[in-house]
């Protein structure tokens, strides 16, 4: 039977011992995040960090939670959503026909819009939120829908992607055999190179998604009416409401340490079930992608 060397063996338990610390780095905290929220405010300083609490000081915090300024927490939510799924439908009208262009036909500038595709998606996102606040408060749109969905509809990145799925993966004989069909540039991208896309269309919503959904500075910046914060602008509200972050507000506090925990729980759940249920599907159809022509 064959045996592994001294060293090799040291180095293999090294790499599981880096390894096991990592996991631990990155899990621990989401644990203690799901334990605290079960927790009563004082149980979250006195007990065990990772103890678990109860069910009823989880509903509990549920229920205050959701009473926190007559339900403003759902109208964050459901703002995020609203923001995040126009932006994402947006996002896809531009950006599959952008780099389908980009990839596949030829025009005028298309190397001076590539390239500028690249520089945009290497400047820092805040580095425009200052130009894009004074043009739409010159239009009168601050404190709007479309102050927010419109310029997060603005993805480079998925046009840069789409680019390298058209420029890779979909032959150009296969369009050109349409075109001797008969078919136009329209008919030829909807009817041949938009179903072969599949794989960066999905690609191209989940990070779309998940950039909208965390998306912080901007509707920040562009929203100053409360009612329209999605929920990531939301937890600063409550970060302030909370004593342990904020000693003004002493007793008379309306959030609690595992309130805020919750409220953070409920932030981050719908792109982790966005991740969950996609992950398969993005896999497959990336390697399915990869392997055609």
Not at 51 to 79: C, E, K
Not at 211 to 234: A, E, H, I, K, R
Request: charged letters at 10%; aromatic letters at 12%; glycine letters at 6%.
């Amino acid at each position: 039977m064959r045996t592994d060397h001294p060293a090799r063996l040291v180095v293999r338990v090294l790499v599981a011992a880096v390894l096991a610390g990592f996991a631990l780095f990155f899990v621990l905290p989401m644990v203690w995040l799901v334990l605290a929220a079960t927790k009563t405010p004082a149980g979250l300083i006195q007990d065990n960090p990772l103890s678990p609490g109860s069910i009823a000081a989880l509903l509990d915090n549920w229920r205050h939670l959701m009473s926190f300024q007559d339900g403003t927490v759902a109208t964050w939510m459901g703002n995020s959503v609203l923001y995040a799924a126009l932006s994402v439908a947006l996002t896809l009208l531009v950006s599959i026909p952008a780099g389908y262009a980009l990839a596949l036909t030829r025009f005028r500038g298309r190397r001076l819009l590539l390239v500028v595709t690249l520089v945009v998606m290497l400047m820092p996102a805040t580095a425009l939120v200052l130009p894009i606040f004074l043009e739409f408060s010159y239009l009168g749109l601050v404190n709007t829908t479309a102050s927010v969905v419109l310029p997060m509809s603005f993805f480079p990145f998925g046009v840069y992607l789409t680019y390298i799925y058209f420029s890779t993966s979909v032959p150009a004989e296969l369009l050109d055999s349409a075109r001797l069909d008969g078919c136009g540039e329209s008919a030829t991208f909807a009817r041949v190179a938009l179903p072969l896309a599949k794989p960066v269309v999905a690609l191209v919503a989940f990070f779309s998604f998940v950039t909208n959904w965390n998306n912080f500075f901007l509707p920040y910046v562009m929203l100053p009416d409360s009612d329209n914060y999605p929920m990531q602008v939301g937890l600063t509200q409550m970060l302030a409401a909370t004593p342990t972050f904020n000693p003004v507000v002493g007793a008379n506090a309306e959030v609690q340490p595992p309130e805020l925990v919750l409220a953070t729980l409920l932030s981050i759940t719908p792109v982790l079930l966005v991740f969950l249920f996609s992950q398969r599907f993005l896999v497959a159809g990336l390697t399915a992608g990869a392997t055609k022509g």
